[in-house]
């Protein structure tokens, strides 16, 4: 099997599995007072300033959460039960996490706004100034998309944020150890598994100050803003990937850099990039063929892991949300990929992989003529 699907999870590192193995049986309560609590609540505590210094951002204040997507509910329920504001500012081509949730407040009488955007993937940022006003709680954005891999401007849209005297969430799941995390963020959603840690773990950065009512009540564990007993051994997990991410971050990009061009001369001619080719993370290649059935290119390839759009999209028969937000028609949508990879990706076996997929798509290609 060659793994080209890093956007929808990635291989745990070695050092990540050494960092949580001691942790299987050791059963200690973190939370508990004895010798054996404290020493798990220190290996949190040490992860969590891993997990920090990755985000980079000054104050160790992030929780643990059971992954990203608690964390974007947290943030974006969390900041309207505490304001009087009722406005939510976010992005058309947001994770569903964002957009879902968004859905969910709008039932409960919010307003929300789905900033357009533009051909590249990049959202309208005249369309932004104009929503963003003083009824206006929160802007949600991410940092790198998902499925077509472009940088949003965050910390444009911080500042505008800011001088509306709005919260600004960035949800960086996919720019986390890869792409800086802009300063003027107040609440910052991360996930393990995502930077070669383990599922069932994320985190909120949350800005001094910054007021969020907890959406899980009970032990009040993580600052009263999430209860519930934590994982030491995913919490070791979390800040080992955090850790070498920050670490490993200028050979990553050289990596994927590397990467990148390997694939796009394998791919041959006859392929266009969906969204911005300057402005992105190039460990994301998403691309469409002009009469490809991507689906049945996916089927005809069972031991490469790819992708059709994102991982929530595909299996839903669904076209992509954020292919049709940028301008895409269904044929177009429907003749996508998405290859993903990253540091363990041998450039070999992408080589190899790029091939065939191109050549399986010429042969549907030949089979329609
Ligand atoms: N946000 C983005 C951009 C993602 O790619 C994902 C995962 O697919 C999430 C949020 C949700 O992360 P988690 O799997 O930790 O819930």
């Known amino acids: 099997m060659i793994y080209l699907d890093y956007q929808a999870t990635t291989p745990l590192a070695p050092e990540v599995v050494a960092a949580m193995t001691p942790w299987l049986d050791k059963f200690a309560n973190p939370h508990s007072p004895s010798r054996w609590g404290r020493e798990a609540a220190a290996a949190i505590a040490v992860a969590r300033a891993a997990v920090d210094r990755a985000i980079g951002l000054p104050g160790d204040t992030s929780i643990f959460t059971g992954s990203a997507t608690e964390a974007i509910n947290l943030a974006i329920k969390g900041t309207f039960e505490r304001s009087t504001r009722r406005k939510l500012v976010t992005v058309a081509t947001e994770h569903a996490a964002v957009l879902d949730t968004a859905e969910w407040l709008q039932d409960q009488g919010v307003d929300v706004v789905r900033l357009p955007v533009g051909r590249d993937g990049i ?40 001088g509306a005297g709005a919260l600004m969430l960035c949800d960086a799941v996919q720019g986390l150890g890869r792409v800086a995390i802009p300063d003027g963020c107040d609440l910052v959603a991360v996930s393990a598994h995502k930077i070669h840690g383990p599922k069932g773990i994320g985190a909120l950065w949350v800005r001094e100050g910054t007021q969020v009512a907890p959406l899980v009540h009970g032990g009040g564990q993580e600052r009263g803003l999430r209860s519930g007993t934590l994982s030491p051994m995913l919490c ?32 041959g001619p006859g392929w266009t990039l969906n969204g911005s080719s300057e402005q992105r993370y190039r460990g994301n290649l998403n691309l469409r063929r002009d009469g490809l059935d991507a ?53 070999e076996e992408l080589v190899d992989a790029c091939r065939r997929i191109a050549a399986t798509a010429r042969a549907q290609q030949d089979l329609a003529a």
Not at 319 to 329: E, F, N, T
């Open 123 to 162: 959202v309208d940022i005249e369309a932004a100034r104009l929503a963003i006003d003083a009824d206006t709680a929160l802007v949600a954005a991410m940092l790198v998309n998902n499925e077509i891999g472009v940088l949003q401007p965050v910390a444009e849209l911080a500042r505008l944020a800011r």
């Open 236 to 267: 070791a997990g979390f800040g080992a990937a955090a850790k070498l991410a920050a670490e490993r971050r200028d050979a990553d990009r050289q990596h994927v850099e590397q990467l990148w061009s390997a694939a796009l001369e394998a791919l």
């Open 295 to 347: 689906a049945r290119l996916l089927a005809d390839l069972r031991d490469i892991a790819f992708s059709l759009g994102s991982a929530c999209a595909s299996g839903s028969g669904r076209p992509s949300h954020v292919l049709r937000a940028i301008g895409l028609s269904d044929a177009q949508a429907r003749g996508s990929i998405r290859l993903g990879f990253g540091r363990y990706t041998r450039e």
